[in-house]
């Protein structure tokens, strides 16, 4: 046996305790945290909670202050050029050259970074991306989707094993986003391991596994499910006359956490489900609206963590 060769362990990441400061502020804060071969790990959080940081520390780009992990099988700490050479991360201001085609740019990556068998290289990436029939286009002409495409092209041109996607389809239309999330649930298929992270939750229900972060530490990891059940927060919805009205009688009702509007609907929620129903009653009673209990979202739950966790990590 080679010693040189990593483990091949079922878990791409293991990380424990990884902390970071900027200028005395610490801006992660104990993550610990493991991801599994062919997952979709997704990373979620609001601004400024830690989630770039933790990805680069992750994979070797940033050294953290304290703690210690590996990533697909080298220490995060010593072997961070191995690690390199097996990650595409895409990060989130990506840039390249407007004047110059998808094809010439991926030809222009893969020669700033020496490549061996280049021609071959971008033929398959284009390939393997959906991107022949544009591989002519100039990139700065390209749609929002076409130039997330281009940039995951050229994140995996040297074929990596780990993705690391740091919010990639930030500002693209819907339409474009779910092909994006299409292709990166192909490429997990294919036994490719992708770290992401995002502010929208529907990408957030289409990762197999997720944490949220705020000011630097894990509030919640596990599978969307998961989240969802170790919430206790118990969803209304309520459809009718007047709901603007309503919203603010119910902000001001005890137990009512959190009344967002829905479309033409209200969803209702709070963590104490018998004194929410309490508080709700004289509502159910009024024929102008009609109340349904229903599941709450994960956009509810992550708003729960975020309001709840400032309290205990301001
Ligand atoms: N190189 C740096 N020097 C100083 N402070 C930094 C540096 N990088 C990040 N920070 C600070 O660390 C904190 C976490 O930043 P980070 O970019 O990891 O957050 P984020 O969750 O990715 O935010 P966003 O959703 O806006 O991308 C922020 O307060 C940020 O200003
Ligand atoms: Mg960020």
Same mark, same amino acid.
């Given at each position: 046996?080679?010693?040189?060769?990593?483990?091949?362990?079922?878990?791409?990441?293991?990380?424990?305790?990884?902390?970071?400061?900027?200028?005395?502020?610490?801006?992660?804060? %104990?993550?610990?945290?493991?991801?599994?071969?062919?997952?979709?790990?997704?990373?979620?959080?609001?601004?400024?909670?830690? &989630?770039?940081?933790?990805?680069?520390?992750?994979? $070797?780009?940033?050294?953290?202050?304290?703690?210690?992990?590996?990533?697909?099988?080298?220490?995060?700490?010593?072997?961070?050029?191995?690690? &390199?050479?097996?990650?595409?991360?895409?990060?989130?201001?990506?840039?390249?050259?407007?004047?110059?085609?998808?094809?010439?740019?991926?030809?222009?990556?893969?020669?700033?970074?020496?490549?061996?068998?280049?021609?071959?290289?971008?033929?398959?990436?284009?390939?393997?991306?959906?991107?022949?029939?544009? @591989?002519?286009?100039?990139?700065?002409?390209?749609?929002?989707?076409?130039?997330?495409?281009?940039?995951?092209?050229?994140?995996?041109?040297?074929?990596?094993?780990?993705?690391?996607?740091? %919010?990639?389809?930030?500002?693209?239309?819907?339409?474009?986003?779910?092909?994006?999330?299409? %292709?990166?649930?192909?490429?997990?298929?294919?036994?490719?391991?992708?770290?992401?992270?995002?502010?929208?939750?529907?990408?957030?229900?289409?990762?197999?596994?997720?944490?949220?972060?705020?000011?630097?530490?894990?509030?919640?990891?596990?599978?969307?499910? *998961?989240?969802?059940?170790?919430?206790?927060?118990?969803?209304?919805?309520?459809?009718?006359?007047?709901?603007?009205?309503?919203?603010?009688?119910?902000?001001?009702?005890?137990?009512?956490? @959190?009344?967002?509007?829905? $479309?033409?609907?209200?969803?209702?929620?709070?963590?104490?489900?018998?004194?929410?129903?309490?508080?709700?009653?004289?509502?159910? %009673?009024?024929?102008?609206?009609?109340? @349904?209990?229903? &599941?709450?979202?994960? *956009?509810?739950?992550?708003?729960?963590?975020?309001?709840?966790?400032?309290?205990?990590?301001?």
């Amino acid at each position: 046996m080679c010693l040189t060769m990593p483990v091949q362990n079922k878990n791409v990441i293991e990380v424990e305790k990884l902390s970071k400061s900027f200028a005395g502020k610490r801006v992660v804060n %104990e993550l610990s945290m493991t991801v599994a071969r062919g997952e979709i790990f997704g990373f979620l959080g609001p601004n400024g909670s830690g &989630k770039t940081t933790s990805i680069r520390m992750l994979c $070797g780009l940033l050294t953290p202050d304290s703690g210690r992990g590996s990533c697909l099988g080298y220490d995060i700490l010593t072997e961070s050029g191995e690690i &390199k050479q097996h990650v595409g991360y895409m990060t989130q201001r990506f840039s390249f050259y407007e004047e110059l085609s998808i094809r010439e740019n991926l030809e222009f990556i893969a020669r700033i970074y020496q490549m061996p068998d280049r021609r071959r290289l971008v033929d398959a990436t284009i390939e393997r991306l959906g991107l022949g029939h544009r @591989q002519q286009q100039l990139a700065g002409s390209l749609s929002g989707g076409w130039k997330q495409r281009m940039a995951l092209a050229a994140c995996m041109l040297h074929q990596p094993k780990l993705l690391l996607l740091d %919010e990639p389809t930030a500002g693209v239309d819907p339409k474009a986003r779910r092909d994006f999330w299409d %292709e990166i649930h192909r490429l997990t298929a294919t036994g490719i391991t992708v770290l992401v992270s995002t502010h929208y939750m529907d990408e957030a229900e289409r990762c197999h596994r997720l944490a949220y972060l705020a000011y630097g530490a894990i509030l919640a990891q596990g599978t969307p499910d *998961e989240l969802l059940a170790a919430s206790g927060i118990t969803t209304w919805t309520v459809e009718g006359q007047d709901l603007f009205e309503l919203t603010e009688a119910l902000r001001k009702a005890p137990a009512v956490e @959190q009344v967002v509007p829905f $479309g033409g609907a209200l969803h209702i929620s709070g963590t104490d489900a018998g004194r929410l129903a309490h508080s709700l009653a004289p509502f159910f %009673e009024q024929p102008r609206w009609r109340w @349904q209990p229903s &599941k709450p979202s994960l *956009e509810d739950v992550f708003i729960h963590l975020m309001n709840h966790g400032q309290d205990n990590y301001s």
